[in-house]
């Protein structure tokens, strides 16, 4: 099993450009997340899903959209890149909503945006 | 205000050595403490999740132990290996008080734990 991956591992935007996050699980998990990590800070959710087809907002959502077609699948996307937007974004996922569940994490994406 | 605080915020030890990292929290309601190990350039990895009625937990070389009273956790690693060298993380969970779970996981900023050979 592969777990949880994300593609692309780096990139770098300028101003104004828009790009798509991708999330992949292969554990059949219900939840997934997708977390923004800065130096200074913990960890910070910006969406989650409790299941194929939903979504929610977490802590710090502005800016961000997230999609959950398929159950494997988490995408996040931003669609006017901004440098506060700069950050390693991580994707987790876990079996369901009990509160014993760990979270799985993805490798993560470091973006930048200038 | 629910806060993490973990201390110190970087440690050096030598290979082979124990050491115990802290983690103070005023997390309210508690569900949960969990600690995180975080190498670098890499995902958090779950290392043990405590209730509030356990009082230690390992999981190989890593002991845990929680105080629910005081509100706080410790890591004890045993026999340092280079391969601990990582940041270890204390996350919180609250319980759920509304929609949305998991906007009440309260992450720490971490420990910075460097094993020198």
């Known amino acids: 099993n592969a777990g949880v991956t994300q593609t692309p591992k780096f990139r770098v935007l300028k101003t104004g450009q828009s790009m798509t996050l991708l999330c992949a699980q292969d554990?059949?998990?219900?939840?997934m997340y997708w977390y923004r990590q800065d130096p200074g800070m913990g960890l910070r959710l910006i969406h989650y899903?409790?299941?194929?087809?939903?979504?929610a907002k977490g802590e710090v959502p502005d800016g961000y959209n997230v999609s959950r077609l398929k159950k494997q699948n988490f995408l996040l996307g931003l669609e006017s890149a901004a440098p506060s937007q700069t950050s390693v974004y991580f994707c987790?996922?876990?079996?369901?909503?009990?509160?014993?569940?760990?979270?799985?994490f993805g490798p993560g994406t470091r973006l930048t945006v200038t | 205000k629910n806060q993490v605080e973990q201390s110190p915020q970087s440690l050096i030890i030598l290979e082979g050595k124990n050491c115990t990292l802290q983690c103070n929290y005023t997390v309210s309601p508690f569900s949960n403490l969990r600690w995180y190990k975080q190498d670098t350039g890499r995902g958090p990895v779950s290392l043990t999740i405590?209730?509030?009625s356990e009082n230690t937990k390992s999981n190989g070389r890593y002991t845990a132990t929680l105080d629910a009273d005081t509100k706080q956790s410790s890591l004890h690693i045993t026999a340092s290996q280079l391969s601990d060298s990582a940041s270890y993380i204390c996350v919180v969970r609250a319980t759920a008080y509304n929609a949305g779970n998991n906007r009440k996981l309260i992450w720490g900023l971490g420990t910075s734990l460097a094993v020198n050979p």
């Open positions: 899903s409790v299941g194929e087809g939903t979504t």
């Open positions: 987790a996922s876990s079996y369901g909503r009990s509160t014993s569940y760990e979270q799985y």
């Open positions: 554990m059949n998990h219900e939840y």
């Open positions: 405590m209730t509030f």
